[in-house]
């Protein structure tokens, strides 16, 4: 049995989608996983990551077809008109698999896994008569938030629009608590019929996966059970615990990071680091240096350089540091701290060093650093990060808030004060969010062992996609 993995075009949305591929592959010896590839014009990252998984041991039961673009590099890039253009290219891998199938008597096409944003490739699918499933890489709360905006539009005519920049707090079925509309992502303002239309093609596929797990997510994943939406599978924690990744760097200067770590005391260090897109102009820099000297703690910073505005690079690490930090800030912090560039961000919050994780919030660093036992302290800064912050503060007590609002597209300073505040909190050794933390990281574990949440989950939608075939 075969089953299509559509990842949207970025790195970001690959490598979960390929974790969920090992998943299924290595769960069931049945199924047969192919990933269709879609690139962005001049995106080296995700080449040298379906390079290296080549080379290495993954299963020969998943295939990569990656199709070469025809896109010159450019400096804007509509993303959601290069899936469009995608289509057709789906379309004749589908037509060669069916046709490739039907005279060999053999399984065909069980189901498309598509990424949450490529619901277009929903009409393909419809094309052939395959059923589609979304992966759903975000938390479930953030999934529920946005069904109720659809139903809100759809069925009680409510404009979500009339909510930005108000200090109104919001009923959301997903939610235990209401949910202030100062932490809804801009973009569910800025491009609130985009999310509609999402939602109401993710009701016409016949599951939801949802990296998530039950014992995380109960309240927002009961929401579910009598809502009018697709099955929901929450099969995670899903992550990519080994190490592999589109980044390996040398170290810089000859640091090693690893080393270092080894020589500080158990849970002593905070580890600052804000996501693959995560950068702050010159005078945020200094305001977090300053929070990491005053508050004495030993400190691992992850600091990466601004892309060129009007470009779609990402952060590069600085050639020298000294120029972004405050004079002098390299020397008075030596044997307590490190700021480093790009960070192996999984074999760090893995090291018993690590006490607390100063954090972005992006839904696969949440999941990350709960696996590994390790308190957050939350400064998102764009999609649905602010959503993740709350729920993490507010509905689960899993982390502190450094400014829970935070937006980088509307150049606040968040000041010192209020990042030392956030630090000394997450790494108060009596903080009630540690024991939290402990607990969950034992469940997350459990959720995926036999028998478990998740692990019952998979059994399910595989039964599901099996009964594919049958009809």
């Not at 910073?301 to 004079?327: C, F, H, M, V």
């Not at 893995?350 to 308190?375: D, K, Q, R, T, Y």
């Amino acid at each position: 049995m075969e089953l299509m993995f559509i990842p949207s075009p970025s790195i970001s949305h690959l490598i979960p989608m390929v974790e969920l591929a090992k998943l299924l592959t290595e769960r069931d010896d049945r199924l047969m996983n192919k990933i269709f590839i879609m690139k962005q014009p001049s995106d080296s990252k995700v080449s040298a990551y379906i390079e290296s998984l080549n080379s290495s041991s993954i299963s020969n039961r998943i295939q990569f077809i990656d199709r070469p673009s025809e896109d010159e590099p450019t400096i804007s890039f509509d993303f959601f008109s290069f899936i469009e253009s995608k289509k057709p290219q789906l379309k004749d891998v589908l037509s060669k698999l069916t046709l490739v199938e039907s005279s060999s008597n053999t399984s065909r096409v069980a189901a498309v896994v598509l990424d949450m944003f490529c619901t277009p490739m929903i009409d393909v699918a419809n094309e052939f008569g395959i059923p589609t499933y979304i992966y759903y890489t975000s938390g479930a709360n953030f999934l529920g938030l946005i069904f109720h905006i659809q139903t809100l539009h759809d069925e009680h005519n409510q404009d979500i629009v009339a909510y930005k920049d108000s200090d109104t707090d919001l009923v959301v079925p997903s939610f235990v608590n209401k949910v202030p509309a100062k932490v809804f992502p801009y973009g569910l303002f800025d491009n609130s019929i985009f999310f509609i239309n999402q939602v109401r093609r993710f009701k016409e596929t016949k599951g939801i996966i949802i990296n998530t797990f039950m014992e995380l997510e109960p309240f927002a994943i009961n929401s579910y059970f009598n809502a009018k939406t697709p099955l929901v599978y929450p099969v995670g924690p899903i992550m990519n615990l080994k190490g592999e990744t589109h980044e390996i760097q040398e170290p810089q200067d000859g640091f090693d990071v690893m080393k270092w770590l080894d020589d500080q005391p158990l849970s002593s260090v905070v580890f600052l680091c804000f996501g693959s897109m995560g950068s702050f102009e010159k005078d945020q820099v200094k305001e977090i240096a300053y929070a990491l000297e005053h508050s004495g703690c030993r400190f691992l910073w992850s600091l990466r350089k601004p892309p060129p505005s009007g470009g779609i690079a990402s952060p590069s690490d600085y050639t020298n540091l000294e120029e972004i930090l405050p004079q002098g800030f390299i020397e008075r912090t030596q044997g307590i701290g490190k700021v480093i560039g790009w960070a192996p961000q999984v074999a760090i919050l893995a090291h018993s060093a690590i006490g607390g994780f100063v954090s972005h919030c992006g839904w696969n660093s949440m999941l990350e650093s709960l696996w590994f036992g390790v308190p957050i302290a939350a400064w998102p800064m764009y999609a649905e990060q602010q959503i993740n912050a709350f729920e993490m503060v507010k509905e689960l007590g899993l982390a502190v808030e450094v400014k829970m609002d935070y937006d980088n597209s509307k150049q606040i300073i968040v000041t010192a004060k209020e990042i030392e505040r956030g630090i000394r909190e997450v790494m108060d050794p009596d903080n009630e969010i540690r024991k939290n933390v402990k607990e969950i990281k034992e469940k997350s574990r459990k959720a995926l062992r036999d028998g478990g949440s998740s692990h019952s989950s998979l059994d399910r939608l595989i039964a599901d996609l099996m009964g594919n075939i049958a009809h």
